[in-house]
């Protein structure tokens, strides 16, 4: 077992300063629940909830040669692990001492407390406690637009088993379309939970737009969600989605559309295009799991 670590000053694993990991234990997500009681009324009226964090705890050990070495470790992890920033963190399995599966699922998360080893002569003992921040949910370590120009290998680790990928023919893993009014396309989000710009990672680029004279708009006939610009639209302009963001040539264009904004269920979603004849999309996302 064993852990990788992204933040500011790169990338490690806790094998790389000799911590070894016990455990990586990750928590179901903490809900924050809504109701509402009335006088006279038993029970509570449901109002929903909202997914709020998760935790993930490492029980970790490190066993020096020398007493010395063993503070050495202890300050190498500090400085490692800084309390201040988010981070990055995915599992690692290890399966003997030379073959090891890095998860392709990433969590961002922050330290949750600080941590305290325990020290007995050339070992140390102690857990590094995180919560998520901006999202409890992992994500895909790539987007799709690599997705589409890498493609899966056998030998890439950055996909695995288990992450939706599995249900659909490679070939149609496209998240660039060059689409037309007059017929549909799909665009498949293999996580299992929706992608809203709101809350992650969402951007669309829309260009080389034909026979637009009087607005664009793209709808996911999926979810009923769409984007309306209400201008036309030339065959040079780019115009890019990024979460709430709406820019035109790089610059800001939010005032130009109907403030509308597309979101993606799980699984497979139907896209068309109106007030034009044709136009190139492009989607680029991360795949969000529960």
Known sequence: MDALITSKKGQFKLSDINI??????ISSINKKNYFQELEGRSGRIDFGSDSSY????IPFYS???YLYDARMVRD???SMIDEDEELLIQEISN?????ESISPKQYIVRLADNFELKQNLNVLQGELKFETTETPY????????QLQLQGILASDSSWAWGMGLETVDDTELIYTHNAESTATFKVFNAGNVEVHPFESMLNITIKKVAGSTT???????????KITINKPVANTDVW?????????????ALKDTAKDFIFLKPGWNTFQIYDCTSASIEFDFKFLYR
Not at 20 to 25: N, P, R, T
Not at 54 to 57: L, P
Not at 215 to 225: A, C, E, G, V, Y
Request: glycine letters at 2%.
């Open 20 to 25: 070894s990991a016990i455990d990586f234990i």
């Open 54 to 57: 998760r935790t993930i705890r």
């Open 63 to 65: 066993k020096s040669k």
């Open 76 to 78: 190498e992890l500090f």
């Open 95 to 99: 399966y003997s001492l030379v073959d």
């Open 138 to 145: 992992a994500k895909s370590s790539l987007t799709t637009q």
């Open 215 to 225: 607005r664009f708009k793209l709808k996911n006939l999926t979810t009923d969600s």
């Open 240 to 252: 890019r989605y990024e979460g709430a963001n709406v820019t035109r040539n790089k610059l800001a």
